[in-house]
Nanobody, 126 residues
């Protein structure tokens, strides 16, 4: 059974930092695209960061320069380091994966990812 499990969400004041983690299990392919999405209250889910198995990264403009996506292969864990958090970063954050060598350019697109975690809430207060 394939599974993605996020953790690390919580409440933080604006300007603070959080690190989200996403542990993957049951996947065998060495070619993959990994991504972070978020869904703010009353809004649609949006792709914010992407990492290919070849190491290429892409970010949405809204988080570029503040968020960093990374992978610890030994721990099968994807991270999202979030710095300089803003109230508009409040959302449920999801990790996602697809088994593919080629990850299209630009931020991740929801329809391209078949595997999802359950989400973790991040709340940023002013």
């Amino acid at each position: 059974e394939v599974k993605l499990m996020e953790s690390g969400g919580g409440s933080v004041q604006a300007g603070g930092s959080l690190r989200l983690a996403c542990v993957a299990s049951g996947f065998n392919s060495t070619d993959y695209c990994l991504a972070w999405f978020r869904q703010p209250p009353t809004k649609e889910r949006e792709g914010i960061a992407k990492l290919s198995s070849g190491g290429r990264k892409a970010y949405a403009d809204a988080v570029k320069g503040r968020f960093t996506i990374s992978l610890d292969n030994a721990k099968n864990t994807l991270y999202l380091q979030m710095n300089s958090l803003k109230t508009e970063d409040t959302a449920v954050y999801y990790c996602a994966r697809r088994e593919d060598y080629y990850c299209n350019g630009g931020p991740p697109v929801e329809d391209e990812y078949p595997f999802w975690g359950q989400g973790t809430q991040v709340t940023v207060s002013s």
